[in-house]
Nanobody, 116 residues
Framework: QVQLVESGGGLVQTGGSLRLSCGAS????????MGWYRQTPGNGRERIAV???????TYSDSVKGRFTVSRNKLLNTVYLQMNDLKPDDTAVYYC??????????WGQGTQVTVSS
């Protein structure tokens, strides 16, 4: 069973910073992509930052310049450094991973709350 476990969420004030981590376990196959999505009540999951198979990081316009995604392939981990946080960043953040020709996987989510 593939498991993704996020950590690092919490409550911060506007303008603060937070670093999310996600570790993958339960598979011997390489992860072709890892990244982060977020979701608020009543909305679908928004792709915000993904490290793709070509080793290129992509960002949504809403976080570009403020968030940075990085990946440690040896540890099967992905990180999201979030700077200059805004109240609109408040959401549940989900770790995402994909294994080529096998499927995609999600973490349980970690809450990020940014106070105004």
């Amino acid at each position: 069973q593939v498991q993704l476990v996020e950590s690092g969420g919490g409550l911060v004030q506007t303008g603060g910073s937070l670093r999310l981590s996600c570790g993958a376990s339960g598979t011997n196959f390489p992860l072709s992509a890892m990244g982060w999505y977020r979701q608020t009540p009543g909305n679908g999951r928004e792709r915000i930052a993904v490290h793709t198979i070509d080793r290129t990081a992509t960002y949504s316009d809403s976080v570009k310049g403020r968030f940075t995604v990085s990946r440690n392939k040896l540890l099967n981990t992905v990180y999201l450094q979030m700077n200059d946080l805004k109240p609109d960043d408040t959401a549940v953040y989900y770790c995402y991973a994909k294994i080529y020709r096998r499927g995609e996987y999600w973490g349980q989510g970690t809450q990020v709350t940014v106070s105004s």
